[in-house]
């Protein structure tokens, strides 16, 4: 069993920055692929960022590509998604997901385990 607990999120206005957290349990956090996703009301769960569990497989949304960057500490077994120059259409739920085969896709089927999520609220 894996346990996700995301942290960080809050409200901020437009160009501010936001760190969300995520600490894992297991003792095979360094093998687990480790996504991002986030759903905004009245839409569909979408995909963020995620790595591989070895981080040569890194993958961002188009949407978000060179403002956010997903990060690992696997010492804390906690991954990191550092969010810039924030805009209002980032407002949404953010969950981290664990891949167990260790991919790090940017798909949702994939993933076996998901925190419970964190608001991101950005106003203008």
């Known amino acids: 069993q894996v346990q996700l607990v995301e942290s960080g999120g809050g409200s901020v206005q437009a160009g501010g920055s936001l760190r969300l957290s995520c600490a894992a349990s297991?003792?095979?956090?360094?093998?687990?692929?480790m996504g991002w996703f986030r759903q905004a009301p009245g839409k569909e769960r979408e995909f963020v960022a995620a790595?591989?569990?070895?981080?040569?497989?890194?993958t961002y949304s188009d949407s978000v590509k060179g403002r956010f960057t997903i990060s690992r500490d696997n010492a804390k077994n906690t991954v990191y998604l550092q969010m810039n120059s924030l805009k209002p259409e980032d407002t949404a739920v953010y969950y981290c997901?664990?891949?167990?085969w260790g991919s790090g896709a940017d798909t949702i089927a994939p993933y076996d385990y998901w925190g419970q999520g964190t608001q991101v609220t950005v106003s203008s």
């Open positions: 297991g003792r095979t956090f360094t093998r687990y692929g």
């Open positions: 997901a664990a891949d167990l």
């Open positions: 790595f591989s569990w070895n981080g040569r497989y890194t």
